[in-house]
């Protein structure tokens, strides 16, 4: 048999599964597996560093199907190359309930999917910071310990979208050159011809950006192996235009928009068996094609163990510190280091925005967490994400720790993604927290797949004053906390600052979000506690001396007002209480008795927060006081804004004392 | 004084103003006015088709700053050629509560100002959609009616923004010619020098996208004037990368990050004036310049007054059609036509897919209301969003009304909002309700100006099955819902979803969106009533017979499932009612009293909505039973994840019943 002959046969088991998945799922995507095997099997087969037997060995190449709906193409190399989880009953399970084949991608389903994917560009994004994590482990580590490429498939979806703009040009600027693209160019989206709708020329695009680029045809693997060796001595990113065909080997809808999305139908698939010369039934793989692909992953299993044996020679310091990396535990230590920092606080009482207190905490957390990558999307002096002596990354240099990302908040985001996953490493950045809109598909699946990440939103409400309305967050408080799994917090002041951060950084299991002020806000937590107290949520900050009429409910820089509203609803003759809320998320996880004991019994329930009401019913209910927006802001001083919308202490305090008059 | 001279102090004139409004505000930015004073003074003084009489007659010029930081270039400029409202008074106002000198320019607050901007990206987004509009117009009505061009001015981070790649692919492909963009290439971002985050070629980047592209001095009028022309000749749109030195004429911060975002200090300005040779106080305009910009807004006026002459001339009937396209009154009968379709449906009853409900009520509306167009981001068979016959526009035919605008939600809806603003157009647009995240800030800013504008967003929740979690809104309606300004419909059948489509398309003031399902739904609305029941956002579909024990709130698909509690409930001996709740927010625009009804006095209230509960506890209370989900989704056949998520009409009844129990 020529290798030739081999190739083939290797890469129309993946499209016969492929093809008979789908089948027998009754939906899914046959059009791309087929289109790409070629490309797949050149890759999985003679390049990649993947070991089935453990696919999640630190230092392996990363491959990343940016086209998620391809999915029975990741499905099929897995099997064949022998990943145990993968069994042909999973293959015959495809997009069913509980199966380990969901219909995308999912790498908290499936062993040795590195990301998820679907939603286009996603991967693409991912990716770049999965290739940014292994030059920064490099740096550290050393390229002995850390060495590995990323790859991915991308189809014409992911580079029309926006986000794709984003991530090629910071990964040309930083000279990734160890990232590896394959194009997937079948001209074919769902409406029909990309002709539709796209005249653009991608491989001037990819060179615009910094990029090598080049055109191959995507079903010849001498050809593709070339381009891969190519890629290989490149000091740039490389992106490969592959030109294929779509459903290769469907004898009328290959090359068509038909073959994307949809079962091929018994006809079309038996002439497809014909066309590819595969006799084998549905889910048959025959000996040879099974040993030539068991062969490849046992290949990929030496590397890893001789990397391994690598590994265990070094300096036992360095391994160590390597290894806690790669798990993600914290520093020994971090408690405490908060604790001290957090006594400080309580003493100094510092008037000072979040978001410098964010900063001020970042100073302490980076000197003592070496592993944090800090960033913002060109708003390092707004965000205050770059602290003290923090180093830049430079595409010549990656031993610095801080990443100037450009005005990019989604590429931002998913690169993210991309380093959290790559593990060693936790991200940070910052933007405005309107901008988080930007951001938000990224972000979405940072809490699906459940990242490590924490995302510095800045200039939380009108309280950022004279930019406007648009600028100015309203929504984006409830439409974060709106997202499962992912932690919205907002402090009160510097204390509760400081205790977000280590909930953010302690989280194994999700991203958060810190929402921080441009506004100065006072010291509220001036009485020192080594437990974490925004780790319930809500906690009653101020108390009611006695049984409270009234509770009022504020986060952020609105505690400052409730605290203020209390006093004035104490002058009047009324006892009020104080909870401040600075994570919705958290308090939902406590128990029922906790909740109860915070939401109280007070006849008057309020709540003060600067942006829309939706949630907050939780706290108050249907019918309790909200002070908050119910519109978009305006562009003025900031304290005029408050005061013309209404959240102030009178207004608070007015609103209750009308409320128990009425009661009364 | 020469022409150079001329210039200089014209532009000067804008420089002065810019520097001294920001520092009067003590906020703003003065770098980009200053930078690009030239660029915008050769294009308002000799190109610009604009009336400061009458700044929004129908075929003039549109001028986008996309880099809406820049404000106060635009207020200079309408100050300059003589807008009335714009006074002096109104400059020294800058960024001050009620002025119309806002922090980013409000097309909503300003007279003269085409979009507002300030989110980077959007505003060439909007140009695109600008530039499309016009030549819609064009082809419908003559381009000796329609005949002008759109102009943008974007900076790096517009053209960092993901977005920017969206906006320039589609004009690239639909060889927008009359679109030019000047690109303010300052070589600087806030972070510092644009080396920082970015090496890529701008120019052989939009080249890669069907442009045609060069570079100029952008401090040089004749080079300026002469790209302007050159623009007007090509047949693709066109970019003018203009160097430019931001902050221009400060003697220490011009060129720097310094003088971008802050007021540049009295010494400073000192500086400045004596190095741009301007001796005059602040806010006071010498009256050579003074004649010289009038001048300019003179011969523009005469340009308005030949067209309208024209536009007298023509055929009356095509003039009226114009005209009332331009004011945005829908065609005569249009409430008749729905009535009858409404009629029809809920006689035959079909059981369809709100998807498909919805192309069938685009079938009776884009055959009555000739100024809508459609489109889809690549989901056009899975959208629905092709009615018959609809044609699709090319670049070389822009006669239909479809738009295939490929994998590009964001840039799509920014365009959409761009179409609305021009007027003369209605747009609507499709894509799964998943990906409304990757819109989301270009939905924000249609609802911040109050556009006309349909977003159709199918595949609304699990009910997409197979897709798995990457593809099933969970926390979109909420995150949506949490938008202000914008109408979230969920409609429960094919009658609801004409009435939803009626209440769109007549709403003037905001854009709407609709949440469409992929499952087929059963017709609920069986009895025709000519009144729009929808319009009250939630209404009693199915009232109890007698007091209601439970009252039960659904929306869209699971109406149905709350149809089938009911009959569960009342199996079991209890009565209940169903409300739909198409629409959140026109529901919190009716009466108190007809709040009061709609909510009911029963015992026990139950919402089912296979979506996150956020926002429901408004009909429930905090209390109340929800059903629906509290995490995201996952792949398999839908009827198995409602079953899997307890989103059933069992679960509901069982809910209900034993709240009854536990009450009784």
Known sequence: MTDLVKHQRMANAIRALAMDAVEKANSGHPGLPMGAADIATVLFSRFLKFDPTEPNWPDRDRFVLSAGHGSMLLYSLLHLLGVEEMTMTELENFRQLG???????????????????????QGLGNAVGMAMAERLLAAEFGDDIVDHRTYVIASDGDLMEGISHESISIAGHLKLSKLIVFYDDNHITIDGPTSLSETGDQVARFEAAGWNASRIDGHNPDEIAAAVEAAHKSDRPTMIACRTTIGFGAPTKAGTAGSHGSPLGAEEIAGARKQLGWDYPPFEIPSDVRDSWRIAGLMASQVRKDWEKHLGSIDAEKRAEFERRIRGDLPAGFDETIADYKKKLSADKPKVATRKAS????????????????????????????????????????????????????????????????RGVIPYSGTFMVFSDYARPAIRLAALMGNRVVFVMTHDSIGLGEDGPTHQPVEQLAALRAIPNLLVFRPADVVETAECWQLSLERRTGPSLLALTRQNLPTVRTVFEHNNRCSRGAYELAPADGDADVSIFASGSEVEIALEAKAQIEAAGHKARVVSVPCFELFEEQ????????????????????????GWDRFIGNRGVFIGMDRFGASGPYKELYAKFGITAEAAAKAALDRLTALA
């Open 591 to 614: 128990s029922e008795d906790y909740q109860a004991d915070i939401l109280g019994t007070a006849p008057v329930k309020v709540a003060i927060e600067a942006a829309i009401r939706q």
């Open 99 to 121: 199966s380990k084949t969901p219909g995308h991608p999912e790498n908290f389903v499936t062993t040795g999917i590195e990301t998820t994917t679907g939603p286009l560009g």
């Open 359 to 422: 900063e001020m905490a970042l100073d302490v957390i980076n000197a003592a967490v070496p592993e944090t990558i800090g960033g913002s999307a060109d708003l390092s002096p707004s965000n205050n994400t770059r602290s003290k002596g923090m180093v830049a990354v430079t595409p010549e240099d990656f031993s610095g720790r801080y990443i100037h990302w450009g005005i990019r908040e989604h590429g931002m985001a998913s690169a993210m993604n991309g380093m959290a996953l790559h």
